[in-house]
């Protein structure tokens, strides 16, 4: 067919897809060069929903900035928030105590489900599977009730603080979890049935958008999209932090690279998270959610407003240039976003307010490595490969 | 940063001994902190040392994580230490088979902000090089395309620079509708 396109036409096109178009997830533009069907030259544009979180994190201070790290990956905040003030934490050489560490382990790992049941649902619904859409964002449901119980918010979590979390869960909490994670291999068996073996599905995603380890470590790829080319890198293990020492899991790996990889990859993660959960639950234990170091974390309502110490703590923390100060120095923190290596990088000059923060998100790489996957595919494998990459607009752009 | 106490803690990392028998003359500081080495090099040895660090088979620092800059001219103690250099270049660095991290600091001055890419070592170096001109003027030199990346390509000034405001330099002001629709 290409090649009889190419007498009849002998031209190239250029298409221009998005950033309006409603395969690429949000505000992403690719131009892509075509001579017929086939991609000869994909431009990534980045940028358009660029909103200066860096150049804001100079201005605000440690806690303020919480909220900002909500707006980054929007499908899984509460993972921001874990990896944000995580950072600040080690910049500040404090350790969270067990139960604070145990929480949120357990929502990010909820939240890497909720991120990877989204993932799914619009990549399947990009390449014609309506059904699965539906499935799971049934199952994503039940989890933004968890975190709306939990954090009193679905999308703008902001649940973490420096030093502990806004809160310890709520009543029941435990019985929600229970109640989803015994309940979710079986749905998740249901998209199985309908995908994994599905001929449509494997004939779209099969070697489409493959990556070979070497061009994935090259370019930077993290996460799920680095796993499916079989490197079995998972920062959890590699460098555990908070206590992800303490659980077991598997870091499952493909072997192709390609898009159907990073589903299978992506899929498992999701039973080993539901396994995490469990570990978690099983193992929490008792005592504060906040460390006891009233210069670092807000006292109790009650001691703000029945002492006169608390109010003076309470004071203390929210002011400008008393609450919150990391020494002097700079720290690059990473963890295990669902969607690969979150980092922060943080320079602190001493004061309540970072000097520099950089965010070093996982899309951004993987947004650049684009071209390589599509050139001298089909233009219809662009929407499945790009569905693929997860490539969020918010932690892109910044 | 200094290095007395750091060879009274422990063994010495690896990497710093092997920096040191072979690029001695690039280093103008290190520091390990928090578990990650921190090595500050020079601006005309940073490409050389970078690719020694990738292509080392014992270093293995495959994996470029990050490369951003850090305008320092707001920190008196940076400043100093780097003889005034302005912006400091900063790779982040892993290795696969060390499991470990590195961070590699390049100070570079307001006067002569070039700095040679290292997009030929790591594909992935294209647009973290491309935002790191777009937020802060560096110019690296080999780049294939050097591009502002966030920010509208008709864009002026550095935003992540100190010098440049919060709420912008009056791009609202300066904005000419009669021009556009012209």
Known sequence: MQGGLERATGEKMVLNFGPQHPATHGTLRIVLELDGESVLKATPHAGYLHTGFEKLGEHL???????VTDRMNYLSPLSNNFGYVLAVEQLLGIEVTKRCQYIRILMAELSRLADHLLWLGTAALDLGAFSVFLY???????????????????????????????????????????QFVSN????????????????????????????????????GLTGPCLRATGVAHDIRK???????????????????????????????????SCGIVTQ??????????????????????????????????HFKVVMDGHGVQPPKGDHYCATESPNG?????????????????????????????????????MVSDTVAVLGSLNVIAGELDR | MSEENQVEEQPKPLVLEKLEANYADARLAQDASR???????????????????????????????????????QMESELMQFDYARFMVVYQLYSYQGQCRLRVKVPVHENDLNIPSVTGLWKGANWLERETYDMFGINFEGHPD???????????????RKDYPLRGRGERERFNFDKQNA
């Open chain 1, 61 to 67: 201070d440690y806690n303020q900035y919480i909220v």
């Open chain 1, 136 to 178: 799971s964002f049934r199952e994503r449901e039940k989890l933004y009730s968890i975190f709306e119980k939990t954090t009193g918010a679905r999308l703008t979590t902001s649940y973490t603080r420096v030093g502990g979390v806004l809160r310890d869960l709520y009543d029941g909490c435990e019985e929600d979890v229970r």
């Open chain 1, 184 to 219: 979710f291999p079986k749905a998740l068996k249901e998209t199985h049935t309908l995908l994994t073996k599905n001929r449509i599905w494997m004939d779209r995603t099969k070697g489409v958008g493959a990556i070979s380890a070497d061009d994935a470590v090259s370019y």
């Open chain 1, 238 to 272: 590699a460098e555990p932090y908070s206590s992800y020492d303490e659980v077991n899991f598997d870091v499952p790996v493909g072997t192709n690279g390609d898009a159907y990889d990073r589903y299978l990859v992506r899929m498992e993660e999701m039973i080993q």
């Open chain 1, 280 to 313: 978690v639950l099983d193992n929490m234990p008792d005592g504060p959610v906040n460390v006891e170091d009233n210069k670092i974390t807000m006292p109790n309502k009650s001691d703000a407003y029945g002492h006169i110490e608390g109010l003076i703590h």
């Open chain 1, 341 to 377: 290596e979150l980092g922060f990088y943080i320079v602190s000059d001493g004061s309540g307010t970072a000097y520099r923060i950089r965010i070093r998100p996982p899309s951004f790489l993987h947004f650049q490595a684009l071209p390589h996957m599509l050139e001298g595919g």
């Open chain 2, 35 to 73: 578990g990650t080495v921190i090595i500050v090099i020079r601006k005309e040895r940073a490409y050389a040392v970078l690719e020694y660090l990738k292509t080392d088979p014992e270093l293995a620092y495959t994996f470029l994580v990050d490369v951003t800059a850090v305008d320092n001219s």
């Open chain 2, 146 to 160: 050097l591009r502002r990346i966030l920010m509208p390509d008709d864009f002026e000034g550095h935003p992540l």
